[in-house]
């Protein structure tokens, strides 16, 4: 009797799109539910937070939330497009200048990454006033490993271009960085991605906060924590991360889609 040989699973891939037009509905849904599963796990914190999404067509524009509306309210159709220069080119709705102030610098030093995502989470700042990287405490906590900065001042709200350029400054190449007596930062090449990386540095931030209180925690060695973040922390796996909880808000809340 022939046995067939097992065939392995192929995991999901990463969409591809016809035209920018079909694209930048996709990062629009997707940006959408990210504010809504944001505002799911309680990061959202009154007119604060912002997640934005690069045009795949007016690269020097970005998608992003607008100010004053709540996160679990948000809509495709209710995201706004900003220049570089501020101004709002698609939508009726007003710009939050700190989320212009930090994301259009983001982006111009960034090209590699299409995403952004910063709010005053509640563990992000509480972990940003101790003025530390987060270590690698845990298998999740490496995907941070070696690969997050440290914005280390803080001069008030964010209002202005130059600061902008400082934080990104503080980002460089890494995929997150924590802002010091502010909150949590994170970039992806996809929205997914981004969205994915803030929750899980949240996540990692409140188990760092919770061990430290218990006890001194102990470290994995820098060779394993280095091999860690290579297998939970390259931009497939936030991207493929992000999609049962895609999934989930879709179904919970369809109306995020129009």
């Known amino acids: 009797m022939h046995i067939p040989s097992r065939v392995r699973p192929i995991l999901p891939q990463q969409p591809t799109f016809a035209s920018p037009i079909e694209e930048r509905v996709h990062r ?34 970005f998608w992003v939330n607008p100010f004053g509306m709540h996160f679990g309210m948000i809509r495709a159709s209710d995201l706004i ?3 570089h220069q501020g101004e709002v080119v698609e939508g009726n709705h007003p710009v939050n200048e700190a989320a212009f102030a930090i994301h259009s610098r983001i982006h ?3 090209p590699d990454i299409v995403a952004a995502a910063h709010t005053h989470s509640i563990y992000g700042k509480s972990w940003s006033s101790l003025g530390r990287l987060l270590e690698p405490l845990s298998q999740d906590a490496c995907a941070f490993y070696q690969d997050h ?7 008030g709200v964010v209002l202005q ?31 997914d991605e981004a969205a994915w ?15 430290e209180a218990a006890g001194k925690p102990q470290l994995i060695n820098h060779d394993s924590a280095t091999l860690a973040r290579h297998q939970v922390g390259s931009p497939y796996m936030g991207w493929f991360s992000f999609q049962p909880l895609y999934e989930l ?8 889609l129009t």
């Not at 599963?37 to 524009?61: C, M, N, Q, V, W």
């Not at 271009?161 to 090449?189: F, M, P, Q, S, Y």
């Not at 990386?197 to 061990?211: D, G, P, T, Y």
Request: hydrophobic residues 40%; glycine residues 8%; contains cysteine.
């Open 28 to 61: 629009k849904q997707r940006l959408a539910a990210a504010l809504r599963l944001f505002s799911k796990y309680g990061f959202d914190d009154g007119i604060a937070g912002h997640i934005t999404a690069r045009d795949p067509e007016y690269l020097d524009s």
């Open 149 to 155: 900065g440290l914005f280390d001042d803080y001069t």
């Open 249 to 256: 808000i879709v179904r919970q809340q369809p109306d995020l």
């Open 161 to 191: 271009a130059e600061e902008g350029d400082r934080i990104a400054g503080a980002l460089g190449n890494n995929k997150a960085a924590i802002l010091r007596n502010h909150g949590l930062l994170t970039v992806g090449k996809t929205v």
């Open 197 to 211: 990386w803030f929750i899980s540095m949240e996540r990692n931030c409140q188990a760092q906060l919770l061990a």
């Open 81 to 83: 497009r900003v220049n």
């Open 108 to 110: 111009a030093s960034r």
